[in-house]
């Protein structure tokens, strides 16, 4: 999922780390309406969701903050989605 912030708190109010939650209970969640009532509802994007927003021939950057142990499970995304390898680059702190 896409996420600047250690917490959920500032887009939803829930003062929790999004590794406490599923997937499924994150995306119930409205992660848009602290932005302003035009985007209240929207859900939080998986990285499957963000995936399939790239363009051909463009490239996604994307940060991981959470650590090298995210790496296998972003490589299966990878695989199941078809994209080419240049056409990802990740930065992992």
Request: overall charge negative; aromatic content about 8%; glycine content about 8%.
């Amino acid at each position: 999922m896409a996420l600047h912030d250690p917490t959920i708190k500032r887009y939803t109010g829930v003062a929790k780390a999004p590794s406490e939650l599923t997937l499924e209970a994150l995306k119930a969640m409205d992660f848009g309406k602290w932005k302003g009532e035009r985007w209240a509802g929207t859900p939080i994007a998986s990285f499957e969701d963000i995936l399939a927003t790239v363009p051909p021939g463009r490239r996604l950057v994307a940060e991981i903050k959470t650590g090298p142990e995210l790496v296998p499970v972003l490589a299966e995304e990878v695989a199941r989605s078809g994209r080419h390898a240049d056409e990802l680059m990740f930065i992992v702190w």
